[in-house]
């Protein structure tokens, strides 16, 4: 029997409901920016599985030193132990995270680094002796499937039976260049009324609403009223996070800094799970104390993982080699162009693009979104490229090792399925 048959015996999936979606594509290996199926299909990873391995599938850099740690520590308690591996990656995250961070708290994934993120700035003001409960969040964000993460998230579809159960948040539009006046005034009504702890946001790019994009200036505007104000700020840059937006965090596009910074995704190059959240010594500060009870009391037990810490340690390094720098320009470059040369498509409506992320949204007409996400993905996986549209919205995050000629193969389905909707 296939691998996708026996799959339906015990399987259920995250992010599917399994009576209209029972097919799966059993890949049985990658290595570079290409899966193979059991079939022997391939198709080109145009999304670097959810924007994880940017270095590539398997990258033989990371692996050989994940395995030569493997066989040297695998597990060890974080409370109350350190390793090398956790002490060399934070020391490699503080060089290249944005001047104000300095500490950093391990997790094992995006939602509860965002979880952690959340509870640093709720205890924060609860250390001080302060009471406040709000939070300010996007609309439309993203942010995890947890419950403070689905709290501030705002694409709410999925969120209905759990809604009751939400954090109390308050939200605003993103900054477009034209609304900072209105956000502002928006704010200002929050506060007036709400004791705010803090802000959530995705900074730059909204990953899940289908990499809407939005204003840097403006969003420098809203984290300095956010500043003004005491509350602290909250960058998931789960998604975008290094390297994705041409610098090694969204935030570095910004002159007022997050307080809390939220990674995971590309933290390991899609080797391992890990997530871990940074904050400034001022966050630290309000947590170090004579009494216990003002230390945050949160632990997952794979936290800082001696295997992840080190998959995350060689990312960073290939993040920062020469050659990946080139091959970010090189993706960077070639989506402009081929933005120039899809832009004014009668199928197109608008497209976007920020560092390595480029969107499109299709030109057509609301009755005929029914099936066409599912149309657009099948098109796309028969043509040899997997690439996952949200409505009908179709974005490229490839990996950085990509090639140009996978790269206009991408772009060459993309044109070819303008011909069908
Ligand atoms: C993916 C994502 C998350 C959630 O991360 P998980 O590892 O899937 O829990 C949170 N925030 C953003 C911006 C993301 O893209």
Redesign the pocket.
């Known amino acids: 029997m296939s691998l996708k048959e026996r799959d339906k015996k015990h399987l259920w999936h995250p992010l599917t409901q399994h009576k209209l979606h029972p097919e799966t594509i059993a890949i049985t290996k990658a290595k570079g920016c290409i899966l193979y199926d059991e079939e022997g299909n391939e198709y080109i990873d145009a999304i670097a599985s959810?924007?994880t391995c940017m270095y590539g599938h398997c990258n033989e850099y990371i692996t050989s030193r994940v395995a030569a740690q493997m066989t040297q520590l695998d597990q060890i308690v974080f409370s109350g132990f350190t390793h090398e591996p956790a002490i060399k990656l934070s020391d490699a995250l503080i060089k290249i995270l944005p001047d104000n961070q300095n500490k950093i708290f391990f997790s094992d994934?995006?939602?509860?680094?965002?979880e952690i993120g959340i509870k640093m700035a709720l205890q924060f003001h609860f250390n001080k002796g302060e009471k406040r409960h709000t939070l300010i969040a996007f609309e439309d964000?993203?942010?995890?499937?947890?419950f403070g993460?689905m709290s501030v998230s705002g694409l709410s579809v999925y969120n209905g039976p759990f809604e009751d159960f939400f954090l109390e948040v308050k939200r605003i539009p993103v900054p477009n260049g034209k609304n900072d006046e209105a956000i502002l005034n928006t704010l200002s009504t929050i506060v007036k009324t709400n004791k705010v702890a803090g802000f959530v946001y995705?900074p730059l790019v909204?990953?899940?609403a289908a990499m809407k994009m939005h204003d840097s200036e403006g969003l420098n505007t809203i984290l300095r009223f956010c500043k003004d104000h005491n509350i602290i700020t909250v960058a998931?840059?789960?998604?975008?996070g290094f390297g994705k937006t041409g610098s090694y965090f969204a935030s570095d596009h910004m002159e007022t800094k997050p307080d809390v910074i939220?990674l995971?995704?590309a933290l390991t190059g899609g080797l391992v799970?890990m997530?871990l959240t940074t904050c400034s010594e001022e966050i630290y500060e309000a947590f170090y104390s004579d009494d216990i009870s003002k230390g945050l009391f949160h632990g997952h037990t794979y936290s800082a993982n001696p295997l992840a810490c080190t998959a995350a340690l060689a990312s960073i390094e290939l993040l920062q080699s020469e050659a990946i720098q080139q091959n970010i320009e090189v993706v960077i470059a070639s989506h402009k162009m081929f933005n120039e040369h899809i832009k004014t498509h009668p199928k197109v409506k608008s497209t976007r693009q920020t560092g390595v992320i480029f969107a499109l949204d299709l030109n057509v007409e609301m009755k005929r979104y029914g099936n066409l996400r599912d149309r657009l993905f099948k098109f796309f996986l028969e043509h040899g490229v997997f690439l996952r549209p949200l409505g009908s919205t179709i974005y490229i995050q490839a990996p950085y090792t990509i090639t140009k000629e996978q790269l206009q193969k991408i772009y060459q389905v993309i044109e070819d399925v303008l011909e069908i909707v």
Do not use: I, L
């Open positions: 959810w924007y994934n995006g939602s509860t680094s965002v964000g993203f942010h995890g499937d947890t993460a995705e909204q990953g899940a998931d840059e789960v998604m975008t939220c995971s995704k799970p997530g």
